[in-house]
Antibody, heavy 122, light 106 residues
């Protein structure tokens, strides 16, 4: 079964850091670009970051640039999002998602994880 | 940034009726548009990619059309499980999503 399982969310104080993880199964992880997408409470979906299949290229939304780092471990079928200097507006459910096809990080998202909730509050 | 505007914000229909959801882009995205279904507590589900191609396992009652700046998702005959929030997403440039259309039971 093709699956993405995200973890690492929780309650964190403003200004602190958090690392999200996502483990993939059921497909050849190392051949697909991957991404993180979030949904703040009562809001729509917002793309956060993407990484190429090899990990050699990374991309960030302006809203998180300089505060988050996306990475991957292809030998572990894992995707990561290191978030620092967290703000209240980073409160959201964070989804990991697989880009459809092997054409890189400009495609539809065909597989989504169930999401991990991040709450930034003192 | 490409801004996607979905309409209507909320659509109230009954099972068996036809649903028509719209998505307009602030600039041309060619056919680089996808549609997702999102239910509370679940992961979003890809329905349509490249404007008109159904994703794997998606029933034929879901169809997408359009190109350039104007796109439509049509659900030909609503079933109870179709009531959810629907998002469009463009991938001509870095991904952006519309604000969503809530499809609710009338």
């Amino acid at each position: 079964e093709v699956q993405l399982v995200a973890s690492g969310g929780g309650l964190v104080q403003p200004g602190r850091s958090l690392r999200l993880s996502c483990v993939a199964s059921g497909f050849t992880f190392s051949t697909y670009a991957m991404s993180w997408v979030r949904q703040a409470p009562g809001k729509g979906l917002e793309w956060v970051s993407a990484i190429s299949a090899s990990g050699g290229s990374t991309y960030y939304a302006d809203s998180v640039k300089g505060r988050v780092t996306i990475s991957r471990g292809n030998s572990k079928n894992s995707l990561y999002l290191q978030m620092s200097n967290l703000r209240a507006e980073d409160t959201a459910i964070y989804y990991c998602a697989k880009f459809r096809g092997s054409g890189g990080p400009r495609a539809a998202f065909d597989i989504w994880g169930q999401g991990t909730k991040v709450t930034v509050s003192s | 940034e490409v801004v996607l505007t979905q309409s209507p914000a909320t659509l109230s229909l009954s099972p068996g009726e036809r649903a028509t959801l719209s998505c307009r882009a602030s600039q041309s995205v060619s056919s680089s548009l996808a549609w997702y279904q999102h239910k509370p507590g679940q992961a979003p589900r890809l329905l349509i990619y490249d404007a008109s191609n159904r994703a794997t396992g998606i029933p034929a009652r879901f169809s997408g059309s359009g190109s350039g700046t104007d796109f439509t998702l049509t659900i030909s005959s609503l079933e109870p499980g179709d009531f959810a929030v629907y998002y469009c997403q463009q991938h001509s440039t870095w991904p952006t999503f519309g604000q969503g259309t809530r499809l609710e039971i009338k």
